[in-house]
């Protein structure tokens, strides 16, 4: 079942003066900040009062990416992510990712396509105890 937007990610050039300006010119604060193995830097910027949903921001450091400045992705947080991930191959729809893969702290994602080609992904948090 989908529960919620979880977050919207982005492509910046650099990762420094994107959470400047979300955090100084938008009143947003970070959340958090990694690197991932790959190379790939997250920062993680939600406001305030509303901590439900996040921004997202995906960079490589100084030499960006092909789509640096638009919308990467739109999330949605999901209880089942096997089961939403089945439920899309039975509807025909066209799949990034086969089977969840674990990012972060045992987060689990999957990227599937909508009928435009916009990228989607389905986020199942990790369990925390």
Same mark, same amino acid.
């Given at each position: 079942?989908?529960?919620?937007? +979880? ?6 050039? %650099? #990762?420094?003066?994107?959470? @400047?300006?979300? &955090? +100084?010119?938008?009143? #947003?604060?970070?959340?958090?900040? &990694? ?13 305030? %009062?509303? +901590? ?6 995906? =960079?490589?450091?100084? @030499? =960006? *990416?092909? %789509? ?23 509807? =025909?729809?066209?799949? #990034?990712? +086969?089977?969840?893969?674990?990012? *972060? ?11 435009? =080609? ?12």
């Amino acid at each position: 079942m989908i529960r919620k937007l +979880e977050h919207i990610g982005v492509m910046v050039k %650099d #990762m420094d003066v994107s959470i @400047d300006f979300y &955090t +100084e010119v938008l009143g #947003m604060r970070l959340v958090q900040r &990694t690197a991932l193995k790959d190379g790939v830097e997250l920062g993680f910027l939600s406001f305030p %009062d509303s +901590e439900h949903v996040q921004i997202e921001l995906i =960079g490589r450091g100084h @030499d =960006g *990416l092909p %789509d640096n400045g638009i919308v990467h992705h739109i999330a949605f947080t999901v209880s089942d992510i096997q089961s939403e991930i089945d439920r899309l191959k039975s509807l =025909g729809v066209k799949l #990034m990712d +086969e089977t969840p893969r674990t990012i *972060l702290e045992g987060d689990l994602i999957a990227f599937f396509f909508g009928p435009d =080609g916009e990228r989607l992904e389905f986020f199942q948090p990790a369990a925390h105890s």
